[in-house]
């Protein structure tokens, strides 16, 4: 439905901290262009916990506009908030996206029947596909695999899970219960070839805003079953990778994308992200070298 390839794009925005939606329009066509077979718009890479509804939604239209169908298009709509949820995925279907994707609820910490209570809500005030996305590290709880199952098998629009837990283990578990039309991304881009060994489509990705030709060559040589290669290529982008996450996510990748594509435009983080040190970036720009970004 949506492709291997999912970049999850980031936000570029003025040095007054707005959204320079020709920037964010013109970046979403380089990343098609580029290896993206869709991408997550207003997700965490996007800086969506500092966005408002407005600017998400005008996001939404303006990409989706842009893109004109050639790639698949994912609105973050998901929070913390289960009603304000619901009403940014209601307003996001005249967007022109073709999907959401619902982050765990984060800060409030749920059981797992909140977690089954909550994506239940969204997911039936939608005919949007819809793509939960586990991620413990950012949101301090877990979604069960049994919570997915749950989930993927009562309600037809929840379609794919984002699952960035980090542990093989539950991969290995969720893809024992969850229907087998049901599609699970990788959700870290360190862990595509593995999570793909054991049965994962592909990769929401991060470092896809500057190397989604070599993480789609990547992805295309094990589907050739091209093991070695595959392997080698995974091995070839551990660093490039690291750097994306060398202080959090998205500062390394949005001052990447600013050297790599954008011009030098585009980068300014929203508070509480501020920039990279001088050190931090100049070992980032030592490694965009080694790969021949800059």
Known sequence: ??????????????????????????????????GSDALVVAGSTGEAATLSADEKLELFRVVAQRVNG???????????DTQSSINLTKQAASTGI??????GPYYNKPTQ??????????????ELPVVLYNVPGRTS????????AKLANELPNVVALKEACGNLEQVIELMSVVPEDFIIYSGDDELTIPMMA??????????????????????????????TKAAKLQVHMHRLIKAMFMVTNPIPVKAAACLTTLNNQ??????????????????????LKTYNKI
């Open 141 to 148: 709880s877990n979604i069960a695999p049994a919570t997915v």
């Open 266 to 287: 585009g980068g300014k983080l929203r508070l509480p992200l501020t920039p990279m040190s001088a050190a931090e970036l100049t070992t980032l720009i030592d490694i």
């Open 1 to 34: 439905m949506f492709g291997r390839l999912i970049t999850a794009m980031i936000t570029p925005m003025n040095d007054d901290g707005s959204i320079n939606y020709q920037l964010a329009a013109d970046f979403a066509e380089n990343l098609i262009n580029n």
């Open 70 to 80: 050639r790639a698949k298009i994912i609105g973050g709509t998901g929070s913390n």
């Open 198 to 227: 054991i049965g994962a489509h592909g990769v929401i990705s991060v470092v896809g805003n500057i190397a989604g030709n070599e993480m789609q060559e990547m992805i295309q040589a094990f589907l050739a079953k091209d093991i």
């Open 113 to 126: 029947q909140g977690f089954y209570e909550h994506f239940k809500a969204v997911a039936t005030a939608t």
């Open 98 to 103: 073709d999907g959401v994707m619902l982050v």
